[in-house]
């Protein structure tokens, strides 16, 4: 792989074309194999879409920035169309770069003649794709829904690296919260990047997606600390607003939240504004400047994974 000339790929045109060009810039300031190429989408009269590859990828190692802002529909078939164009472009290997890996929260059977969604999507990634690298992936088995090999990153280090710099007070008094059980191991991995001992786990019960009941606890002691939310997805916001006015009734002084992929569904930025003291999120899905919300940048961090998968290098030791 290290031989093969590297191409970062993305749509001009798409909300993913400025990450993809830092990635590239960080990268062509390294090794001059990196080049960057363009993805045109072009729609037809009744909706088909088609998508062409601007410049030769034969026998380069491809990676496509894929766009997460887009409709989840159109997510998946541009993304299907772009792996099939670089495979009968003969590419040499195709990553698919998911910096929000879309369909995950779909990764069981949880109701009678439904499908397994994030196993269709891992299918239809495999096809063509070589290997995935994403990141904050919802579920730590993602890779055993895949038949190709699966780089999932953590944001932990960057946002390590963030907070040192921007916000070092925050970490003197803090304890970092997990707002349910599912995010226990990740909140401790976080607490652990940043050096935080403790961590505290709120319980829900979730009558439907998108609902809390009032039945909302707290496992561990939050009085008198700062509380650091984490999460990998933030939607409606209503799971991390419940997580904050419960950890200020039982005590808490301030309460700060990290979502790695925000969705933000209409009000949800506004609503948080006002119950949480700081919203820190990552620009896996593209965001627009927002009043109290800052955006951590993971450019750095994909161009790092890119080389070093580039280059036959180990990605776990990125980590370590």
Not at 53 to 82: G, M, V, Y
Not at 167 to 181: I, Y
Request: hydrophobic share 40%; proline share 3%; glycine share 6%.
């Amino acid at each position: 792989m290290p031989n093969h000339e590297c191409v970062i790929i993305a749509n001009p045109e798409g909300n993913a074309w400025g990450f993809a060009s830092s990635i590239y810039e960080d990268l062509s300031a390294r090794d001059k194999k990196f080049k960057l190429n363009e993805l045109h989408v072009k729609k037809f009269r009744d909706g088909e879409t088609k998508v062409r590859i601007e410049d030769n990828i034969r026998r380069a190692n491809c990676f496509f920035i894929h766009d997460s802002s887009l409709h989840p529909d159109e997510w998946k078939t541009q993304l299907l169309f772009a792996n099939h164009a670089m495979k009968f472009s003969s590419a040499n290997e195709i990553v698919d770069v998911l910096p929000y890996h879309k369909f995950l929260r779909q990764d069981r059977k949880d109701e009678s003649r439904v499908g397994v969604n994030a196993k269709a999507v891992a299918d239809m990634i495999g096809l063509y794709a070589d290997r995935v690298l994403t990141i904050d992936a919802h579920f730590e088995q993602i890779q055993g829904f895949y038949d190709i090999p699966v780089d999932n990153l953590y944001s932990s280090i960057t946002l390590s690296e963030y907070l040192k710099e921007k916000h070092s007070e925050l970490l003197e008094n803090v304890v970092v919260m997990s707002p349910d059980v599912g995010g226990t191991t990740r909140a401790r991995g976080f607490a652990n990047r940043l050096g935080v001992k403790d961590i505290v786990i709120g319980y829900k019960h979730r009558p439907k997606a998108g609902e809390l009941s009032d039945d909302y606890k707290i496992v561990g002691e939050v009085a008198g600390k700062d509380v650091l939310l984490i999460d990998d997805i933030v939607d409606s916001g209503s799971t991390l607003i419940t997580a904050a006015k419960t950890a200020k009734e039982n005590g808490a002084k301030e309460v700060y939240s990290y979502c790695t992929h925000g969705i933000f569904s209409e009000g949800a930025r506004e609503k948080m504004s006002e119950e949480l003291d700081l919203v820190i999120v990552s620009d896996s899905i593209p965001q627009l400047p927002y009043p109290s919300i800052e955006i951590l940048p993971l450019a750095k961090l994909f161009a790092e994974s890119i080389y070093r998968t580039n280059e036959g290098e180990s990605l776990s030791d990125l980590f370590r």
